[in-house]
């Protein structure tokens, strides 16, 4: 395999595995691992140091992702491989933070960063069916799950996107189902927490 591709994924690995949840967290004097569900996502960031910081580390999050991509997109582009390998690294690298004993966050919002850049006008169409599901059912990660759905439908959908991003969108869009395989239990229980109730 070309060596520029390897070190392309592993430097966004790498990158992607910086947690910023858990960093403000202990900043904070809390351990993120004994909060909520535990997750190093900014979910769980907004549960224990409030809303706000909550948000601040879902852009940090999504900077993640998209900086080394757009990065990668510039100086390589005549290659979008290399872009669509350093997004992959740093999705996975959240997921499974090399630094952070390989349990990290469910990669919604670094997702999101990666592929605002790859292809911003199909993901920004497949934030409206993130958007419309959080804001009728109060439930993050029904918006998570129909952002999984919608963002290849929109890849593949959208005129001009290139066959790389297409095929990372959907393996990461389903690869967020598995990530959510504790909430997806949760909703069929009926017990998943909504954003609108207070614990």
């Given at each position: 395999?070309?060596?520029?591709?390897?070190?392309?994924?592993?430097?966004?690995?790498?990158?992607?595995?910086?947690s910023f949840a858990l960093l403000l967290a202990?900043?904070?004097?809390?351990?993120?691992?004994?909060?909520?569900?535990?997750?190093?996502?900014?979910?769980n960031a907004g549960r224990a140091l409030g809303?706000?910081?909550?948000?601040?580390?879902?852009?940090?999050?999504?900077?993640?992702?998209?900086v080394p991509v757009l990065i990668a997109k510039l100086v390589f582009a005549n290659d979008i491989n290399i872009a669509v390998l350093v997004g992959a690294g740093a999705y996975l690298g959240h997921i499974l933070p090399l630094y952070f004993k390989f349990s990290g966050g469910?990669?919604?919002?670094?997702?999101?960063?990666?592929?605002?850049?790859?292809?911003?006008?199909?993901?920004?169409?497949?934030?409206?069916?993130?958007?419309?599901?959080?804001?009728l059912s109060g439930m993050m990660s029904l918006g998570s799950l129909a952002l999984?759905?919608?963002?290849?439908?929109?890849?593949?959908?959208?005129?001009?996107v290139e066959d790389p991003i297409k095929y990372f969108s959907l393996f990461a869009g389903l690869f967020l189902y598995i990530?959510?395989?504790?909430?997806?239990?949760?909703?069929?229980?009926?017990?998943?927490?909504?954003l609108r109730k207070k614990k």
């Open positions: 395999m070309n060596t520029t591709y390897i070190l392309s994924a592993v430097s966004g690995y790498l990158i992607g595995s910086i202990k900043l904070r004097g809390i351990n993120l691992r004994e909060v909520g569900s535990g997750n190093l996502g900014a979910t809303k706000k910081l909550g948000v601040v580390v879902y852009w940090l999050d999504m900077l993640k992702g998209a469910k990669g919604v919002a670094t997702l999101s960063g990666i592929l605002l850049i790859l292809a911003p006008l199909p993901t920004l169409i497949a934030g409206v069916a993130f958007a419309s599901s959080v804001f999984g759905v919608a963002l290849p439908l929109s890849m593949f959908n959208y005129p001009g990530t959510h395989r504790s909430n997806i239990m949760r909703l069929l229980r009926g017990e998943e927490l909504s």
